[in-house]
């Protein structure tokens, strides 16, 4: 009876040690996983703003692309350097007129017209 004792003890004991370590992994995890700077809530967000920066490095590569594409035709072709001017900065030749137009100009003619609707 003795020996039925001592071995109820010891399951007791061990038994309650594997919980501590149990318990103790538990909060380990609970800790790496959910708190901190470190856990894997931090990572995921972490790894979704690389997928962003990364479209928007390509995209901005592809702009860097169009650029260097548009500077050598510049550079290389006369066509698309007055085509550039006359766009621009509404250069003109001595023989054109050149008229721009705005949309200030429109919206304020607009504005004109509404008011004067509404008086009548």
């Not at 380990?28 to 703003?49: E, M, P, S, T, Y």
């Not at 072709?77 to 050149?98: G, L, P, Q, S």
């Amino acid at each position: 009876m003795n020996k039925e004792k001592t071995k109820r003890v010891l399951k007791r004991i061990v038994s309650m040690k594997y919980k501590k370590y149990i318990l103790a992994l538990g909060i380990g995890v609970i800790l790496v996983g959910f708190v901190g700077d470190n856990c894997v809530w931090a990572h995921l967000r972490n790894r979704q703003k690389i997928n962003e920066l990364r479209k928007a490095l390509a995209q901005k590569e592809e702009e860097a692309r169009r650029s260097q594409e548009e500077i050598y035709k510049l550079q290389t072709d006369f066509k698309t350097m007055e085509r550039v001017a006359y766009e621009m900065h509404f250069m003109k030749r001595e023989d054109e007129d050149v008229f721009t137009l705005s949309d200030e100009n429109v919206d304020s003619l607009t504005t004109n017209i509404m008011q004067n609707e509404t008086i009548e």
